[in-house]
């Protein structure tokens, strides 16, 4: 399949940049002495050269156009371009196309070096092998995909959101195939000769590479001490996941499933305090055997980021630790429920227990395990310890002392790196 080459428009394609586009087009309105436009005007700048839309929506003279392009660039290349994100399902596109064979480049009415900064920025870049972006003469897309057209290419398609994307691909001789979960109406699309339509992502693969597979996603688990403020950093990280376009979904343990969820009740009870600890591990064995087999394998399938907190480490060390049960056995009795399925990477949120659970007293009832003695909590800490010992390329651990933003900026780092990698 190698002479096949698809070539995308980044606005309203690839990335969700209405945020930075209209910020700057205010921006530039504002220095140039006219009225802010409404959001109906703005949205009219997502596609065009902005030398036309400045002309055809604000009214300025071709001279007055090529000025605010100039200032709405002062801002766009240090701010606007990072107040975007990629669309949910593009990433999986992507890796099914590379996958398949296809060829892919980036052909846009935005300079290169902005271009190139945004897809570097979301991890993008590796997947292209040509950029074709506007200098200030020539942003028409037939121009652009004229330019970066190999001679040889066998099939070629120009995948966009709006009517410049479907027009310039008809007249450089490539299929064009718009996309409505932009900014283009799928009126906008066909009358200006879209040869397909896709309303998501995916669809835009199975109509390039029919049958083609959707990649596995991935399994993340967010583990450390009771008050090391895994919750608070779980949805911090999903906002960041979400924007690098990232499909998350959630989940717990004990719990996930209906099933499972009722064995949490039982664990969690404070009125269960005669249970033995062996009862209590094959009870968190149990609850993870259902959960593995009925949400996590099945959201990986779907090509989803499963994003969970606790996971097997959490009864290595609670029951290991904690209960002495020792982290071997803990492996051992885990095993039938877990088998392969184990976390990508693990985020290790490290809190001294003492510290956690001085947060914890504030909290207003606490559950069985919460309710422990110091020194249980203590040997929880260090079946952690040992456990990382053990494997410490799965885990990021990260120093839960430090302010909510920078634990939040430590994780982002390094799941979004563990994350790109596992996508080439």
């Not at 196309?97 to 900064?117: F, H, I, Q, W, Y």
Request: aromatic fraction near 8%; proline fraction near 4%.
């Amino acid at each position: 399949m190698s002479g096949k080459w698809v070539f995308f428009d980044l606005d309203g394609t690839l990335t969700q940049s209405e945020e930075g586009i209209f910020n700057c087009v205010k921006y530039a309105a504002e220095r140039m002495g006219f009225p802010v436009p409404e959001e109906a005007v703005l949205r009219k700048f997502i596609g065009p050269p902005l030398i036309h839309s400045f002309q055809e929506y604000l009214g300025m003279t071709e001279a007055q156009a090529w000025k605010a392009q100039e200032v709405y660039r002062e801002r766009y290349t240090t701010v606007g371009k990072f107040e975007n994100q990629v669309y949910p399902g593009v990433r999986s596109m992507l890796r099914a196309l590379a996958g398949a064979g296809a060829r892919m480049g980036v052909v846009t009415g935005k300079p290169e070096n902005s271009t190139r900064d945004i897809l570097a920025h979301f991890g993008l870049i590796g997947f292209f092998e040509g950029i074709s972006c506007a200098a200030d003469a020539r942003a028409e897309k037939e121009h652009l995909i004229r330019a970066i057209l190999p001679e040889d290419a066998e099939e070629a398609w120009m995948v966009g959101d709006r009517r410049f994307d479907m027009e310039g691909g008809t007249a450089a001789g490539v299929h064009p195939l718009g996309v409505t979960y932009g900014y283009g109406s799928e009126e906008e699309l066909r009358t200006a000769g879209a040869e397909r339509i896709a309303h998501t992502p995916w669809e835009v693969a199975e109509i390039i590479c029919p049958g083609v597979r959707k990649p596995a996603g991935a399994f993340l688990s967010v583990e450390g001490t009771d008050g090391s403020g895994k919750s608070t950093q779980i949805g911090l990280l999903t906002r960041t996941l979400e924007k690098y376009g990232f499909e998350v979904v959630h989940s717990r343990e004990p719990g996930g499933t209906p099933i499972a969820e009722k064995i949490r009740e039982i664990l969690l009870d404070r009125g269960n305090g005669e249970m033995c600890a062996e009862t209590e591990a094959l009870l968190y064995a149990a609850a993870r055997a259902q959960h593995v087999r009925e949400v996590i394998r099945p959201a990986v399938a779907a090509g989803k980021v499963l994003l969970c907190d606790r996971f097997l480490d959490s009864s290595v060390a609670y029951q290991g630790g904690g209960r002495r049960l020792g982290v071997d056995r803990v492996l051992a009795i885990n095993e039938p429920a877990v088998g392969d399925t184990l976390p990508l990477m693990t985020v290790y949120l490290d809190l001294d227990h003492r510290i956690g659970l001085q947060r914890r007293s504030r909290a207003a009832e606490l559950d069985r395990l919460e309710a422990e003695e110091e020194d249980f909590h203590a040997r929880v800490e260090a079946g952690y310890h040992e456990l990382i010992s053990r494997n410490p390329a799965r885990y990021a651990v990260v120093d839960a002392r430090m302010s909510r933003e920078e634990i939040a900026e430590r994780i982002a780092s390094a799941v979004l790196s563990r994350l790109m990698e596992a996508e080439h």
